[in-house]
């Protein structure tokens, strides 16, 4: 008998990976292993749920390949490390998940000796470059399928043919689309579609259920997230959800990120993460307090490299392991608990306790008295560098101000 070929399907459970299963069973004749990464984003009924269909829709094998742990280690703690924000509003959460579940992909289709991976992407967005860039650096010469692009499949017609062949899944199309992970979920269609219009309180999954304000205590220990409340996390990942928890009972962490696609054009999206903006805002402002000037700035540089390569699937740049040692370096007296109030829809910062807090010195209080220089030293130095200025405008007299 001849050998089926091998294909590892990347599974969400979703429509397009659905019938992507079932037709390159069917249809193709492959031997298909329906492969689920989970970088933090399914609960354990959704992967029980995944694992059912996978079977019902004709694969060989499931596989769940839970790469949480590996996401935080190699991309969370660095975007907290660099407060990544791309365009300084969007946590990067989808097009980082993408990354490690393309790497989980490819690593368990080396494994099993694959012919063949295959995803559901489109080809109007960027999770298609994200995927098939992935698999050509870490799986070469394996055949990259996407029906859903290659075909240029409308939904009904994915629905239709899953119908006609017995699998009665509701993927009735909702107006609303969502992607659920660790590090936020981020939420397209309906009025993002419309430039001018904002998403109503419907759109978000998670709604403000608390009144009034309280403290969020959040301490880290060079740079990683060590404890909520005082309450001590081994694991980040639990210190991570505990977090969101907190915060999206207050719907913090709402907004519209709008930015340059991978392909070139404009994309916009809504998202909420309360946990990732009430992270970074913390560290973001525990190091204003414990870096200097210099490692700021040269950090913020950087940081904002590191976000964009992450967006556009290119993770595997040697650089991004450089970048990822300087932000390490960076944390090494971010130390102490940063403390934010939080109000429904919003937070602020109040106020830090660190043994490497800079703002508490012996040499002066800023705007009160100085004591590690005399009046005439400052005279003197404000003197000197108000030099290159006077000697501009002395020679420059004509030039209005």
């Known amino acids: 008998m001849e050998t089926k070929k091998k294909v590892v399907v990347a599974f969400s459970g979703g429509l397009d990976t659905s019938f992507t299963v079932m037709y390159l069973a069917k249809e193709k004749g492959y031997e298909v292993y329906a492969a689920c990464a989970n970088t933090g984003g399914f609960s354990d009924e959704q992967l029980k749920t995944n694992e059912d269909n996978a079977y019902k829709l004709g694969a060989k094998q499931y596989v769940t390949l839970d790469v949480t742990q590996e996401y935080y ?3 969370l703690k660095y ?24 790497l989980a992909i490819a690593r368990y289709a080396n494994e099993i000796g694959a012919d063949a991976i295959a995803h559901g992407s489109t080809g109007a967005g960027n999770d298609q470059i994200r995927f098939d860039m992935t698999f050509l650096v870490l799986a070469p010469g394996v055949e990259i399928i996407t029906l859903t692009r290659d075909m240029a499949l409308s939904r009904q017609e994915e629905i239709d ?13 909702l107006k609303y689309s ?13 009025e993002i579609l419309d430039s001018a219009q904002g998403l109503p309180e419907s759109a978000y999954l998670k709604h ?92 913020d540089q950087v940081a904002n490299w590191y976000g964009m390569f992450l967006h556009e699937s290119q993770y595997l740049e040697p650089v991004m392991r450089d970048i990822e040692a300087m932000l390490e370096s960076s944390q090494r007296n971010v130390n102490g608990t940063a403390i934010l109030e939080l109000h429904p829809y ?7 306790e660190s043994a490497d807090d800079l703002v508490k010195t012996k040499f002066g209080e800023y705007g009160e008295m100085q004591k590690g220089w005399t009046a005439e030293d400052a005279k003197g ?12 405008y002395n020679n420059h007299k004509d030039e209005e101000i």
């Open 208 to 299: 403000c259920t608390r009144e009034g304000s309280e403290q969020l205590r959040l301490t880290f220990e060079q740079g990683e997230l060590k404890a909520v409340n005082d309450e001590r996390f081994d694991d980040p990942i639990l210190a991570i959800q505990k977090v969101e928890e907190i915060g999206a009972a207050y719907a913090i962490g709402r907004d519209m990120h709008v930015g340059d696609t991978i392909i070139g054009i404009k994309g916009r999206v809504g998202f909420e993460a309360a946990a990732p903006m009430l992270i970074i805002g913390a560290h973001r402002f525990l190091e204003k307090y414990t870096l200097s000037k210099w490692q700021q700035y040269w950090k």
């Open 73 to 75: 280690d190699k991309s």
């Open 346 to 352: 919003s937070y602020h910062t109040v106020g830090v």
């Open 161 to 173: 043919y899953l119908n006609k062949h017995g699998f009665a899944a509701d993927f009735t199309k």
């Open 381 to 392: 130095f404000i003197k000197v560098t108000s030099t290159p200025l006077r000697v501009y």
């Open 178 to 190: 969502y992607n659920v992970g660790l590090w936020g979920t981020s939420i397209c269609g309906g």
């Open 79 to 102: 975007m907290v490390y660099g407060n990544v924000l791309r365009n300084g509003t969007y946590p990067i959460s989808v097009s980082s998940e993408r990354i490690f579940q393309a």
